[in-house]
């Protein structure tokens, strides 16, 4: 006496995912018993329909490294990487900007105290000292505005496409430290009448001032809106072009550089 199969061994069978499906048809054909009983089965399971799959759209490839890429295992960063950190980077920006100062203190000191010139020298006035002074510290202002300006972007950039209820601490440690940079920036940029340049820092210190204030793990919702002020704003753009700009503004000839014709609005 054969046995007979149950209702999960028929369902396989009907969907295809029963082995040895041949000796099924064959117990099918001799049995009534089983025959009717799969019978019913196909009937109830033809009024189920099959869902189809959803449509990915363009971002769902984004969409899926952005859910996963924090469960990656970290790479092995080679040694020279350490240098590049922001902290790093920060410090070096400011031991730079200290040594170009020294340098153009001691310069000016060395012509406050040169001897009175001769009757030969004062046909030909060289330019005053305070005149170069002023030009240096301009283009010492400028240079390190950009450098400012290219970390920041880097922080926007990484808060932009930070996943939702993600931790923000390492991006809100760096805009901390990016606000009273850029706070001092902007009071230096005043005073030198660069008024888009201090504009452009305005704009920037809030938006920095945001993401530090911003909860480490903060819900998709408020993500969004802070996201959209900076888009509207067009704030990562405008970082882009000063910054380049200002790089192009360096002039090793040491006449004024020309007024910025940067548009902030």
Same mark, same amino acid.
């Given at each position: 006496?054969?046995?007979?199969?149950?209702?999960?061994?028929?369902?396989?069978?009907?969907?295809?995912?029963?082995?040895?499906?041949?000796?099924?048809?064959?117990?099918?054909?001799?049995?009534?018993?089983?025959?009717?009983?799969?019978?019913?089965?196909?009937?109830?399971?033809?009024?189920?329909?099959?869902?189809?799959?959803?449509?990915?759209?363009?971002?769902?490839?984004?969409?899926?490294?952005?859910?996963?890429?924090?469960?990656?295992?970290?790479?092995?960063?080679?040694?020279?990487?350490?240098?590049? /950190?922001?902290?790093?980077?920060?410090? =070096?920006? #400011?031991? +730079? &900007?200290?040594?170009? @100062? !020294?340098?153009?203190?001691? /310069?000016?000191?060395?012509?406050?105290? =040169?001897? #009175?010139? +001769? &009757?030969?020298?004062? @046909? !030909?006035?060289?330019?005053?000292?305070?005149?170069?002074?002023?030009?240096?510290?301009?283009?010492?202002?400028?240079?390190?505005? !950009?450098?400012?300006?290219?970390?920041?972007?880097?922080?926007?950039?990484?808060?932009?496409?930070?996943?939702?209820?993600?931790?923000?601490?390492?991006?809100?440690?760096?805009?901390?430290?990016?606000?009273?940079?850029?706070?001092?920036?902007?009071?230096?940029?005043?005073?030198?009448?660069?008024?888009?340049?201090?504009?452009?820092?305005?704009?920037?210190?809030?938006?920095?001032?945001?993401?530090?204030?911003?909860?480490?793990?903060?819900?998709?919702?408020?993500?969004?809106?802070?996201?959209?002020?900076?888009?509207?704003?067009?704030?990562?753009?405008?970082?882009?072009?000063?910054?380049?700009?200002?790089?192009?503004?360096?002039?090793?000839?040491?006449?004024?550089?020309?007024?910025?014709?940067?548009?902030?609005?």
């Amino acid at each position: 006496m054969s046995r007979h199969y149950s209702e999960e061994d028929l369902i396989l069978y009907y969907y295809e995912e029963r082995p040895r499906s041949a000796g099924i048809q064959q117990h099918l054909d001799s049995c009534g018993q089983c025959a009717a009983v799969y019978r019913d089965l196909v009937a109830t399971l033809k009024l189920v329909a099959t869902p189809e799959a959803p449509d990915r759209g363009d971002q769902y490839g984004l969409e899926v490294w952005q859910r996963i890429r924090h469960q990656l295992p970290e790479q092995e960063m080679p040694w020279w990487s350490a240098w590049f /950190r922001a902290d790093r980077l920060a410090l =070096a920006g #400011a031991f +730079t &900007v200290l040594l170009l @100062a !020294a340098f153009v203190a001691g /310069r000016w000191w060395s012509a406050t105290n =040169a001897p #009175a010139p +001769t &009757v030969a020298s004062v @046909a !030909a006035p060289a330019p005053s000292p305070a005149a170069a002074n002023d030009e240096s510290r301009q283009r010492i202002l400028l240079t390190s505005v !950009a450098d400012h300006l290219d970390r920041s972007e880097r922080v926007l950039t990484d808060f932009m496409n930070a996943p939702a209820g993600g931790d923000l601490s390492a991006e809100q440690r760096w805009a901390e430290d990016l606000v009273v940079t850029s706070r001092l920036y902007r009071q230096d940029a005043v005073q030198s009448g660069e008024a888009s340049v201090a504009l452009v820092l305005d704009e920037l210190e809030r938006s920095l001032l945001e993401i530090v204030h911003t909860p480490s793990r903060a819900t998709a919702a408020r993500l969004d809106e802070i996201r959209r002020r900076i888009d509207a704003a067009s704030l990562l753009f405008k970082v882009r072009v000063l910054g380049n700009e200002l790089r192009q503004r360096e002039d090793p000839q040491g006449s004024r550089p020309r007024a910025l014709a940067t548009q902030t609005s």
